[in-house]
């Protein structure tokens, strides 16, 4: 009889042994799925940044066009600033010569699209007159959407909400496909 109560008793201590490596396995596995949420939120934060700094970059860049213009107020009111997406306007050079009004705008619209290509991935930029008032300029600035967490879904729906809400408000003046805009009106 001594024997069969060491038998029973050393049984459930066995059975406990699986059950507590059971529970370890379950733990690491619960472990890992935390960590790669973690991982996806940090891909997702860092894309969102990205995006936030691209989107204050081209919104100072419509800001320092707008000053341009406010200098050379008289050509931006007759449309010497007017461009369509991609125009890189070539141009002599204003700091070492004496330019007039209009090639001024050349040469201030050339400046700023060096600069606006150089500071945004694809930088592409359109110049328009407002439809409902003379006054207004429309300054839209466009970048490549390039988001490496995101997926091809979130992408598109992302693009459709921006694309949707810049034509809406731009007068006909469509954002390009597949990129982020930025859309000012400025007053010279």
């Given amino acids: 009889m001594p024997l ?3 038998h029973t008793a050393a049984a459930p201590v066995r059975s406990q042994a699986g059950i507590a490596l059971m529970e370890t396995l379950v733990a690491l596995v ?10 996806a939120a940090q891909t997702r934060l860092a894309a969102e940044s990205r995006s936030s700094a691209q989107r204050a970059v081209a919104v100072g860049l419509i800001d320092d066009l707008g000053n ?7 050509a931006a009111l007759l449309g010497r600033y ?8 070539a141009t002599a050079n204003c700091t070492t010569a004496n ?4 090639q001024r705008a050349k040469y201030d ?3 700023w699209m060096q600069a606006l290509q150089a500071s945004l991935p694809d930088g592409t930029a359109t110049v ?3 439809s409902s008032d003379p006054r207004q300029i ?3 600035v466009s970048w490549a959407a390039r988001e490496g967490g995101a997926t091809a879904a979130d992408r598109t729906a992302r693009l459709a909400l921006l694309s949707s809400g810049f034509q809406a408000n731009s007068g006909g003046v469509s954002c390009p496909e597949g990129s982020y805009c930025q859309l000012v009106y400025v007053q010279p």
């Fill in 4 to 6: 069969n109560a060491q």
């Fill in 30 to 39: 619960v472990l890992a799925l935390g960590l790669l949420g973690l991982v």
């Fill in 68 to 74: 341009r213009m406010l200098i050379n107020r008289e």
């Fill in 82 to 89: 007017d461009m369509a997406w991609g125009d890189t306007p």
């Fill in 99 to 102: 330019c007039t009004a209009d």
């Fill in 109 to 111: 619209l050339h400046q």
């Fill in 128 to 130: 328009f007159r407002s």
């Fill in 138 to 140: 429309g300054v839209a």
